[in-house]
């Protein structure tokens, strides 16, 4: 059974940053995209951040690039995402997904239809 198990989420005042951690088993790490959404009240989920199997391509979202990086330790089956310059609007839920097996191992999905296991979540708030 796959697990995806998010932590690092806290509360932050504007300007300051946070790292994300999604430690997962249950699946064999390195054959999978993976990727962070995340959710705020009364909005619909937005893609944050994927990278691709190998690592060494990535996707960000308009709002975040720039600003936050995602990586990934194969050898720890865990996938970060390093957040800079935080705003009070990157409030939300943030969300470590796993996508669904056979993509390309330079392909970084971007769509939640490409993500198949999802972890609980871990809030983050940033402060005006």
């Known amino acids: 059974q796959v697990q995806l198990v998010e932590s690092g989420g806290g509360l932050v005042q504007a300007g300051g940053s946070l790292r994300l951690s999604c430690a997962t088993s249950?699946?064999?790490?390195?054959?999978?995209?993976m990727g962070w959404f995340r959710q705020a009240p009364g909005k619909e989920r937005e893609v944050v951040a994927a990278i691709s199997r190998s690592g060494g391509n990535t996707y960000y979202g308009h709002s975040v690039k720039g600003r936050f990086t995602i990586s990934r330790d194969n050898t720890k089956n865990t996938v970060y995402l390093q957040m800079n310059s935080l705003k009070p609007e990157d409030t939300a839920v943030y969300l470590c997904?796993?996508?669904?097996?056979?993509?390309?191992?330079?392909?970084?999905?971007?769509?939640?239809?490409?993500?198949?296991?999802w972890g609980q979540g871990t809030q983050v708030t940033v402060s005006s």
């Open positions: 997904a796993k996508s669904m097996s056979g993509y390309s191992s330079w392909y970084a999905p971007q769509q939640s239809y490409e993500f198949d296991s």
């Open positions: 249950g699946h064999t790490f390195s054959s999978d995209a």
